[in-house]
């Protein structure tokens, strides 16, 4: 038996603040939530995950949008192929078709945390040269975040910090939230 001290006790972050950098890494699903913004309540069906092996010290959050119907038509299908990803192989068409009869978000959360929860997915951390965001007076690009059934490849990064007159669509607060200045 183990016995929790003081210091165990203490409320800290998962993974001390470690994010992944750039790149495609495996992950584990930790977590589903279904959320909405507080500004303009556009949900989101928000995925925790945590890094396998040489990234197990690693944490980061992937949200699937549901705000308008281009986003919701690419989470639904990103999101219905982890499910066919975490099946057995005998099982992917009739995983299909049950997840096909989804009705709903709320459906939609209650199968993720049942299904996709402890599976394994790959996370693809990639820099966005179109989008760019102001921190300490610098302009940044933004980075995108995706959740596959199956491990993607990366586009070319410039690796090139943005040019002074870009106008960046977004800022981030001390705390490390993104706050967007523009929609698209």
């Known amino acids: 038996m183990v016995k929790f001290s003081d210091d165990d006790k203490?409320?800290?972050?998962?993974?001390?603040?470690?994010?992944?950098?750039?790149?495609?890494?495996?992950?584990?699903?930790?977590?589903?939530k279904l959320g909405t913004t507080e500004k303009d309540s556009r949900e989101f069906l928000e995925f925790s995950v945590v890094g396998i092996e040489e990234n197990s010290d690693r944490s980061d959050s992937?949200?699937?949008?549901?705000?308008?119907?281009?986003?919701?038509?690419?989470?639904?299908?990103?999101?219905?192929e982890m499910f066919v990803h975490a099946a057995e192989e005998s099982k992917k068409d009739e995983t299909r078709t049950k997840f096909d009869a989804i009705?709903?978000?709320?459906?939609l959360e209650a199968a993720a945390k049942k299904v996709l929860v402890g599976t394994q997915q790959w996370l693809k951390v990639e820099q966005n040269t179109s989008r760019t965001y102001?921190?300490?007076?610098?302009?940044?690009?933004s980075f995108d975040k995706n959740l596959t059934g199956y491990q993607?490849?990366?586009?070319?990064?410039?690796g090139d910090t943005p040019?002074?007159?870009?106008?960046?669509?977004?800022?981030?607060?001390?705390?490390?939230?993104?706050q967007l200045i523009s929609e698209f």
Do not use: C, H, M
Not at 103 to 107: F, G, L, M
């Open 10 to 32: 203490k409320v800290s972050e998962f993974s001390g603040g470690k994010y992944f950098d750039e790149g495609v890494f495996e992950v584990e699903i930790t977590d589903v």
């Open 62 to 80: 992937v949200r699937f949008w549901f705000s308008s119907p281009g986003a919701i038509n690419f989470s639904f299908n990103r999101i219905r």
């Open 103 to 107: 009705p709903d978000t709320d459906k």
């Open 134 to 141: 102001q921190k300490d007076g610098e302009t940044k690009y």
């Open 152 to 158: 993607p490849s990366l586009k070319k990064s410039t």
């Open 163 to 178: 040019p002074n007159n870009t106008q960046p669509i977004s800022t981030v607060d001390d705390d490390g939230n993104e």
